[in-house]
């Protein structure tokens, strides 16, 4: 039978590892840029953070320094990976990168321009 501080590490790698899993199968499976990124930005930035975590608990008891650099990759990972999927939609969206056929609202044209928007005003 397992011990407690088994369980404990097995629970948050099983469900990181879902979610790594999960995030992988949207990068192939969703229609478009925004929708792939979505599903990177946030089911892969917690299964990370899961599997990081079972990783402090298992050496917890090695080193304190191990806790204190976990818990510094976890907070790195949720300031990082948001950040960047921001930029990458916001690139994207200003190159007019194709989107999916059942995107029917563009909710940003009032407030972001395209690169077709830009490229006219300078003419």
Wanted: with cysteine; glycine share 6%.
């Amino acid at each position: 039978m397992p011990s407690i501080i088994e369980i404990i590490i097995a629970v948050p790698m099983i469900i990181g590892t879902f979610l790594m899993v999960v995030a992988s199968i949207g990068l192939l499976r969703f229609p478009d840029i925004f929708c792939r990124m979505h599903a990177a930005g946030k089911a892969g930035t917690l299964g990370v953070s899961l599997i990081i975590l079972a990783a402090v608990f298992f050496f917890v008891p090695t080193s304190v320094g191990v806790v204190i650099r976990g818990l510094l990759a976890i907070a790195f990972q949720f300031l990082t990976t948001p950040a960047a999927t921001h930029l990458l939609a916001r690139a994207s969206y200003i190159t007019e990168y194709p989107v999916s056929d059942r995107t029917a609202v563009d909710e940003l044209k009032a407030y972001l321009p395209s690169q077709s928007d830009q490229t006219h005003g300078h003419e």
